[in-house]
Structures are given as C-alpha cells and as structure tokens.
C-alpha cells in the first residue's frame, strides 16, 4: 500500500503541473500536518486524504474551510453538464455514478421523500477503484443535459447493493447503514487552480459510500453547474 501511495502522489504531482502549464505547484501539506477527521480516516487506511488528492492535481484549495452547502444544482450555461471522476479509493468493486431531476417534496405512505429517479452516466471497473484519474468503463458517458430543472448527483459501489449516495442528504435515508447523523455523504467544494483562482461554475465533490468517513471513496469533478436550494 506505501509503495503504491507513493507512485500516487508522483504521477499527481506530475499530471498538476501539466494541468497548471507552469512549474510551480501549490505547496503539498504533509500527512502529519493534517489533523481533521476526514483526513485522518484516509490515513488510518493507508489511503490519501482528500486534501491531498486535490493540492497534488493542481487544485488549491482546502477540504474544511472551502467546504459549502450544495446539494441541489441547474446548469450554469449553455451546452452540457461535465461530470467525470478524477480519483477513486474506495471499494475494489464496479462504481457507478449519474445525475437525478429533484422531485417536490411530497409524504410518500411511510413519510419517506421520493427515491431518486437515477440517470446512469459512468462506471469505474473494480480494479481501479484505487487510484487517481480512474478510466471509466465502455458505454460510459461524462455529461448530460437536465435542461432548465434542478437535478442532483449520485454515487453507487456493488459492495453496497441497492444503496445509492446522493449529493441531498435526506435520501441517504433509504440507506439503512447511515445513522441519521451521518448522511452527509457528498462534500462540495468549489474549485480553484493552482493559483487559487476560482474556476468558475465548477465544483469539485468528495463522497463517501461506506462509514468511516475519509470522504475520498471517489471524488468528482462538475461543471457549468450552480448550486441551488
């Protein structure tokens, strides 16, 4: 797993500074230096913390304090919505990811929101749920086009059958292994290049499907999108 890691992080470091066409790089906290919850998960499992993954392909910007409240979005522009992965640590299982039109509230017979009307876009093959820029299967496709409605995103593994992760938090509901404390699964944070310019209408969303929270199982990237309520 070190050896491993350790490949991870060159090859990143090396793919940001292609992204950023310069060779300065955003300073790379070390792992001792990151002390929040998320980022201590992902090392407990010899994995790399979000914040990692992110300063190392060029994106400036920080996991905690970025962070915002974005669970529902519209398309921000003309042409379609880019959703793609750009890496993934989580389960050695098919992860499959796509889009969902947000539905009015209403009370179902058991005062349960509506399940999401799921729109299947990529999936990533078991093998390379372990790694950043994680190839997506054939047939996979890395945008669509909601229109002018609300939509929201998702995530599924086959190590969890029948769940979904969603970006609104209140359908974690109909995933019977999130306490009702802890269906906060989709973290929006919104990007910067390596120079901390905003980059505009694009997002950057770090979801976890599985409990220990390191918020990196796979981690997206989103744009010409704006979050709405």
């Given at each position: 797993m070190r050896t491993v890691g350790l490949?991870?992080?060159?090859?990143g470091l090396g793919m940001a500074i292609i992204q950023d066409g310069t060779n300065k790089m955003p300073p790379i906290p070390s792992y001792a230096s990151l002390k929040d919850p998320a980022s201590l998960a992902a090392i407990a499992c010899g994995e790399p913390p979000l914040?990692?993954?992110l300063l190392r392909q060029g994106y400036k910007v920080d996991t905690v304090r970025?962070?915002?409240e974005a669970q529902r979005?519209?398309?921000a522009g003309r042409g379609p919505v880019i959703f793609k992965p750009i890496a993934a640590y989580g389960l050695y299982k098919v992860c499959s990811a796509g889009w969902y039109?947000?539905?009015p509230a209403s009370a179902t017979s058991n005062n349960l929101p509506p399940p999401p009307e799921k729109h299947l876009l990529w999936r990533i093959d078991a093998p390379y749920n372990k790694q950043d820029f994680p190839p997506v299967m054939a047939g996979s496709s890395l945008q669509f086009d909601p229109g002018r409605q609300r939509f929201g995103l998702w995530v599924s593994t086959a190590g969890f059958p029948n769940e979904t992760i969603c970006t609104e938090d209140i359908l974690q509901v109909y995933d019977p292994r999130f306490k009702p404390n802890d269906r906060h699964k989709a973290h929006v944070i919104p990007?910067?290049?390596a120079s901390g310019k905003l980059i505009p209408n694009t997002y950057l969303i770090g979801?976890?499907?599985s409990t220990n929270n390191d918020d990196q199982d796979v981690v997206t990237l989103v744009s010409n999108v704006k979050p709405v309520h």
């Amino acid at each position: 797993m070190r050896t491993v890691g350790l490949f991870g992080v060159l090859f990143g470091l090396g793919m940001a500074i292609i992204q950023d066409g310069t060779n300065k790089m955003p300073p790379i906290p070390s792992y001792a230096s990151l002390k929040d919850p998320a980022s201590l998960a992902a090392i407990a499992c010899g994995e790399p913390p979000l914040q990692i993954i992110l300063l190392r392909q060029g994106y400036k910007v920080d996991t905690v304090r970025d962070e915002i409240e974005a669970q529902r979005f519209v398309k921000a522009g003309r042409g379609p919505v880019i959703f793609k992965p750009i890496a993934a640590y989580g389960l050695y299982k098919v992860c499959s990811a796509g889009w969902y039109p947000v539905k009015p509230a209403s009370a179902t017979s058991n005062n349960l929101p509506p399940p999401p009307e799921k729109h299947l876009l990529w999936r990533i093959d078991a093998p390379y749920n372990k790694q950043d820029f994680p190839p997506v299967m054939a047939g996979s496709s890395l945008q669509f086009d909601p229109g002018r409605q609300r939509f929201g995103l998702w995530v599924s593994t086959a190590g969890f059958p029948n769940e979904t992760i969603c970006t609104e938090d209140i359908l974690q509901v109909y995933d019977p292994r999130f306490k009702p404390n802890d269906r906060h699964k989709a973290h929006v944070i919104p990007a910067r290049d390596a120079s901390g310019k905003l980059i505009p209408n694009t997002y950057l969303i770090g979801w976890e499907y599985s409990t220990n929270n390191d918020d990196q199982d796979v981690v997206t990237l989103v744009s010409n999108v704006k979050p709405v309520h």
